[in-house]
């Protein structure tokens, strides 16, 4: 059987700058289902790095002839891609099994069949061993009807299974299926924060969140549950990617990897295998890890930890709250610092458009930002993805003004508030922007900061014209 695993055509975030990361998502799967099964004949479609559009993929389609087609499609803003890639290869031949999943897909499973007569199945929450048996039983070595964590089609009627349990050994999985992508393992880049010609690379240390934000899609995908590789495990795969690809930028992906013990641990594999010094990597964390871990921000930094991303979110108590965040502006603004003092670029994300926000409270926002004074700031809408609490909410309320999937990646505003129309919690989003970047002391101390991540990044704004870039993008 053949299995084409297609990272559509599509536009990457745009407030991180140029960028190309490796499909990690479909890399997984491909590595996982060749362990399982190495009769099966598997190609990855990266129309990234190939500089392939739609005719490009046809073609391709058309010249391996793939009984099964499953594009990347992980996030709501890449639904569309997805879906184009599925009606592509039905278009080329239509007894190509299409399927489909990730957090929007796993969301919508029901509806998304419903819509679309070109999906054929949707893969449910975690994939490998659903897709897995969902090819045995293409194959006829199993009924599909037994295969948990799917929804499908059989004759006319949608079915959908029992959902399946989590893996419990993260570390069994095989390493992601970089061979399938190997020539072009050293175009995947990191400009604004690396340069462009360093290779760059995800690692997947854990999946899950315990924590229940409302408006994040992870919570509801991974059901809460989190569950970690081993700090070695983790370790073998920075040093793989480095001796192998030469890979010097990692990106640890994980939505909240958690600092205490297993990031010391991390900390002292990759200072122990003398790798340190040649690579940086960055990471997501809460700002009240970063406090109640304080002491561990030194050996993070001397294993090569330059960049931090904390979802500060917002300076104002009743919003923290409603959004679920459990967490204390004066606790941010104190990771804020904690970062800098150790030399680890401090990025802040925050959220505006929540329902009882107005101008003068997100006034008092860009306000509080410009005091804690990251390093950098990505400000993003507050977003109904579906899955989330949030979305129930608002559809419940029928406060959804923009049904375009497109849209929902964050910069858009699909909702109003209260006080605030979309047309100006669009504007509003483009004030934190000009508020934050067009300090010219900002831009200054950045260009020439001590900090090389900072001073790399505010010469790539500068050079590029971001403010200018976001005003165009909408």
Not at 89 to 112: F, W
Not at 318 to 335: C, G, Q, Y
Not at 414 to 428: A, K, N
Not at 456 to 462: C, E, L, N, T
Request: glycine share 6%; charged share 25%; with cysteine.
């Amino acid at each position: 059987m053949r299995i084409l695993f297609v990272e559509p055509p599509k536009e990457f975030w745009f407030v991180m700058g140029e960028y190309l990361p490796p499909p990690l998502g479909i890399l997984n799967l491909a590595a996982y289902l060749y362990s399982q099964d190495q009769e099966l004949e598997i190609e990855v479609l990266d129309c990234q790095s190939e500089s392939i559009g739609w005719y490009g993929i046809e073609k391709r389609i058309d010249s391996f002839r793939p009984d099964v087609v499953a594009p990347s499609a992980l996030a709501t803003c890449n639904a569309y891609a997805g879906l184009r890639t599925v009606w592509t290869a039905k278009s080329v031949d239509p007894e190509i099994i299409t399927i489909v999943g990730g957090q929007h897909y796993t969301a919508l499973a029901r509806e998304a069949l419903e819509a679309y007569p070109e999906i054929d199945i949707v893969v449910r929450g975690e994939g490998e061993v659903t897709l897995t048996e969902v090819i045995r039983a293409l194959e006829g070595r199993m009924n599909l009807s037994d295969v948990l964590g799917i929804t499908y089609r059989n004759y006319g009627s949608i079915v959908a299974t029992a959902d399946r349990a989590p893996l419990h050994n993260l570390d069994q999985l095989p390493f992601p299926g970089y061979d399938f992508v190997e020539e072009h393992m050293k175009k995947y880049h990191f400009t604004m924060m690396a340069g462009a010609n360093t290779p760059f690379a995800l690692i997947e240390g854990s999946r899950g969140c315990p924590h229940k934000c409302r408006f994040c899609s992870q919570a509801s995908f991974w059901k809460g549950t989190w569950r970690s590789k081993s700090p070695k495990r983790i370790a073998d795969e920075f040093e793989f990617c480095h001796n192998r690809y030469g890979t010097k930028f990692f990106w640890l992906t994980d939505d909240n990897f958690g600092l205490g013990s297993r990031t010391h641990e991390l900390c002292d594999e990759i200072i122990g295998r003398g790798i340190a010094e040649d690579i940086m990597w960055f990471m997501q964390a809460r700002c009240d890890d970063i406090v109640r871990n304080q002491a561990l921000l030194s050996k993070m930094r001397e294993s090569g930890n330059m960049w931090i991303l904390a979802g500060v979110e917002s300076h104002n108590p009743e919003t923290l709250k409603s959004f679920n965040k459990r967490i204390e502006p004066s606790v941010s603004k104190k990771a804020m610092q904690l970062l800098r003092e150790n030399d680890i670029f401090a990025q802040a994300t925050l959220i505006i458009g929540a329902r009882h926000e107005s101008h003068e409270s997100l006034n008092g926002l860009r306000a509080w930002v410009n005091d804690i004074d990251p390093d950098i700031a990505i400000f993003m809408t507050l977003t109904p993805f579906p899955g989330t609490e949030l979305y129930e909410e608002a559809v419940q309320n029928n406060w959804i003004e923009d049904t375009n999937w497109a849209h929902y990646d964050m910069i858009h505003a699909i909702m109003p508030t209260e006080y605030l129309t979309c047309d100006e919690v669009q504007e509003e989003l483009y004030s934190c922007y000009r508020s934050f970047y067009g300090s010219m002391k900002r831009r200054i101390m950045g260009v020439f900061s001590s900090n090389m991540i900072k001073r790399k990044a505010y010469r790539y704004m500068a050079r590029q014209g971001v403010l200018a870039l976001l005003r165009g993008y909408f």
